[in-house]
Each structure stands twice: as structure tokens, then as C-alpha cells.
């Protein structure tokens, strides 16, 4: 029954309710400009260059009302056995009498998570392709990349807001004191930056597209791989050949309607 309040760590809860008292605003912002240049200089040469910007922030607002199931659970202690089996309390280790208290005699809690991202590419690229005399064929393309990604992430527990008071805060030390021997943290504050660099380059010749040959080389690197230039870089490349078989002349003579296509590769 929606209607009715039950009981959860030691205090009344009803769905209803604690959406109202327990609630979480979300605001996001999500932007993007990127932009894209092609230029032929010469009738084989092709240049292009592509950029982009991103922008990200989005920011989560939890407000735990004083009535809220939350909150009520800091302070319920009704019987000296819910005094005593309530987790939510404070006992003072340094003191051999103490018997538990409340760390949230009034109030709830403002928690907060703002992450934000700013990133960024960059690609430019270099195209040649050349037909010499409708028998030797060349391509050659090089380029580079990079990309830069700054994230930010931080989260802040505001506890004791009074939000019926007029959101006024009001604490007691023995909250803190609490977190500290239990080693929670209040508040935290994060920041991410990678950043990749890769340069390549691919160059095909054929003759006659009869016979092929490919070679391609890559050297990229990140800072997320520590100092070294052994570990931040790695450099990789390949060499291909191919042999289309179907275009000499003497293929359709021999196969006629038996095969149409036939290649071989190795790299």
C-alpha cells in the first residue's frame, strides 16, 4: 500500500513521501563545433584538415529533506535497542560510557557531483595519386592525429541543511569526527588529462594492377602510459604484396568460365 509508512533502519518510510523529501536534479550541457578544410593544390594532391571541440558538464543535485527516510534514520533511536543496533549513530571509542548519539540532530544533506569534460581533435591528412602512363599507379597518403581530453570531477557532502529553515546549515563536530575514524571523505575532487599523438603514412604502387605493393607505417603515443619512450610510443608498420592473377592475359584462356578472379597476397 503506497498510502501506508513502514519501518527501514529504524525509521518511518513511505514511497510517496520520500519522493518528495528525497529527490535528485540533473542539468546537462552537451556542446559541439567541428569543422572541415579540403584543398588540391595540384591536380593529384589532395589536403584536408578536420577539427573538432566538444564541451560536457553535467551537475546531480541530491537533496535529502529532514523528513526524508535518510535523514530520519541518523536520528532514530526511539528504544535503547534501536539505540543500540542503529549503525547510523555515533558512540565516542574514547570514551568507555558513552552511549550512542545523533550526528544529524536536525537537518539532511546536500550532496552535489559536477563533472565536466573538455575535449578536442585534430586530423590532417595528405593524399597523392598518380596514374603514369596508364601503367604504373601510385598512392601515398600521410596524416596525423591528435586529441587532447581534460576531465573534472568533484562531489561535496553538505550535512545538516535545514532545507524548512531557509537552508541554513547546522552540524556538530562529532559527524566529522565520525567520518575521520572511519576514513570517509567529505568532499573529493578529481582531474583526468590524456592526450594522443599519432602520425602515419601508407604508400601503394601497382604496375598495371597486376602486381601490388603496400607499405604502412604508425607511431602513436599517449601520456597514460608513464615517461618512457619505450612504453609512451609504439611504433608499428607492414608490408603487403598482392598478385591479381585474373588480369594477365593468359587467365581467361586457361580458366575461361571455371574462375573469374583469382589473387594472391602475402605481408
Given at each position: 500500500d503506497p498510502n501506508v509508512y513502514y519501518q527501514a533502519n529504524y525509521a518511518p518510510f513511505n514511497i510517496l513521501h520520500e519522493l518528495d523529501a528525497n529527490n535528485i536534479d540533473?542539468?546537462?550541457?552537451?556542446?559541439?563545433?567541428?569543422?572541415?578544410?579540403?584543398?588540391?593544390?595540384?591536380?593529384?594532391l589532395r589536403l584536408?584538415?578536420?577539427?573538432?571541440?566538444?564541451?560536457?558538464?553535467?551537475?546531480?543535485?541530491?537533496?535529502?529533506?529532514?523528513?526524508?527516510?535518510?535523514?530520519?534514520?541518523?536520528?532514530?533511536?526511539?528504544?535503547?535497542?534501536?539505540?543500540?543496533?542503529?549503525?547510523?549513530?555515533?558512540?565516542?571509542?574514547?570514551?568507555?560510557?558513552?552511549?550512542?548519539?545523533?550526528?544529524?540532530?536536525?537537518?539532511?544533506?546536500?550532496?552535489?557531483?559536477?563533472?565536466?569534460?573538455?575535449?578536442?581533435?585534430?586530423?590532417?591528412?595528405?593524399?597523392?595519386?598518380?596514374?603514369?602512363n596508364n601503367i604504373h599507379t601510385l598512392n601515398v597518403l600521410g596524416g596525423l592525429d591528435v586529441s587532447n581530453v581534460d576531465r573534472e570531477h568533484t562531489w561535496f557532502n553538505g550535512v545538516g541543511m535545514q532545507y524548512?529553515?531557509?537552508?541554513?546549515?547546522?552540524?556538530?563536530y562529532q559527524y566529522f569526527k565520525k567520518a575521520q575514524e572511519q576514513n570517509n571523505d567529505y568532499y573529493s575532487l578529481s582531474e583526468t588529462h590524456n592526450r594522443t599523438a599519432a602520425f602515419f603514412g601508407t604508400a601503394t604502387y601497382s604496375y598495371k594492377q597486376r602486381y601490388n605493393l603496400t607499405g604502412t607505417i604508425r607511431y602513436e603515443g599517449t601520456n597514460r602510459l608513464g615517461h618512457a619512450n619505450s612504453a609512451r610510443w609504439l611504433p608499428t608498420w607492414n608490408i603487403s604484396g598482392s598478385w591479381n592473377a585474373y588480369e594477365e592475359p593468359w587467365f581467361q584462356k586457361v580458366f575461361q568460365q571455371v574462375m573469374t578472379h583469382a589473387t594472391i597476397r602475402a605481408s
Open positions: 540533473l542539468n546537462l550541457v552537451d556542446t559541439k563545433f567541428q569543422a572541415e578544410l579540403a584543398y588540391n593544390p595540384i591536380r593529384d584536408d584538415l578536420v577539427g573538432a571541440v566538444q564541451y560536457d558538464a553535467s551537475t546531480q543535485e541530491n537533496n535529502v529533506e529532514e523528513t526524508s527516510n535518510e535523514a530520519e534514520a541518523y536520528r532514530a533511536m526511539g528504544t535503547s535497542q534501536i539505540r543500540d543496533h542503529n549503525n547510523y549513530l555515533y558512540t565516542d571509542p574514547n570514551d568507555a560510557y558513552a552511549l550512542p548519539i545523533s550526528i544529524l540532530p536536525t537537518g539532511g544533506f546536500y550532496q552535489r557531483t559536477d563533472l565536466k569534460k573538455l575535449s578536442w581533435d585534430a586530423k590532417a591528412t595528405a593524399n597523392y595519386n598518380h596514374v603514369f524548512e529553515r531557509g537552508m541554513t546549515p547546522f552540524y556538530i
